[in-house]
Antibody, heavy 122, light 110 residues
């Protein structure tokens, strides 16, 4: 059974940093791309970033480009999202999601974690 | 802002057929696969349809997807109370070099 467990969310002041982690199990982690998708409370879904199986291809939404960095450690079966210069509009549930293929672009997510809430406020 | 447009709401009585549309452009739906996700209240999204019209194992055949040009649709036949949820379409966008989601449609079972 595919399981994705996010951690690292919390309350942070504007301009500060936060690092999210996602622990994966139940599938061969390094055979698939991984994604971060966020959802502001009461709002729709927004793709944040994706990383291919070998970290060779990485993409970001324009809204986070230059501020967020996605990475993965295949040996630890873990996905990360380093979030810098956080803004109030970054407040959202952040979901870790497994890609359906090795490529970020070829397919969207097929399994999702339960999400971790990031609140950016002074 | 979402580049895929969906109606904000749809509704039907139990047993009816409900259809949700998703409108995009040549850089997303017109060129790439379309996915549909179901999000029940208070839960994470769940994949319903992949590659335009394929159902993952465990998804009942009451759910079906189709795509034509730059638009797509999700049909739910034999509507049930447990289908009450938010539904999102998604696709890769070649111009944005990223995945894009639809605006979301809330389905209500009357």
């Amino acid at each position: 059974e595919v399981q994705l467990a996010e951690s690292g969310g919390g309350l942070v002041q504007p301009g500060r940093s936060l690092r999210l982690s996602c622990a994966a199990s139940g599938f061969t982690f390094d055979d698939y791309a991984m994604h971060w998708v966020r959802q502001a409370p009461g709002k729709g879904l927004e793709w944040v970033s994706g990383i291919s199986w070998n970290s060779g291809s990485i993409g970001y939404a324009d809204s986070v480009k230059g501020r967020f960095t996605i990475s993965r450690n295949n040996a630890k079966k873990s996905l990360y999202l380093q979030m810098n210069s956080l803004r109030p509009e970054d407040t959202a549930f952040y979901y870790c999601a497994k890609g359906a293929t090795v490529s970020v672009a070829a397919a969207g997510p097929d399994y999702w974690g339960q999400g971790t809430l990031v609140t950016v406020s002074s | 802002q979402s580049v895929l447009t969906q109606p904000p709401s749809a509704s039907g009585t139990p047993g009816q057929r409900v259809t949700i549309s998703c409108s995009g452009s040549t850089s997303n739906i017109g060129t790439n696969y379309l996915y549909w996700y179901q999000q029940l209240p208070g839960t994470a999204p769940k994949l319903l349809i992949y590659r335009n019209n394929q159902r993952p194992s465990g998804i009942p055949d009451r759910f079906s997807g189709s795509k034509s040009g730059t638009s797509a649709s999700l049909a739910i036949s034999g509507l049930r109370s447990e289908d009450e949820a938010d539904y999102y379409c998604a696709s890769w966008d070649d111009s944005l070099s990223g995945h894009v989601f639809g605006t979301g449609t809330k389905v209500t079972v009357l």
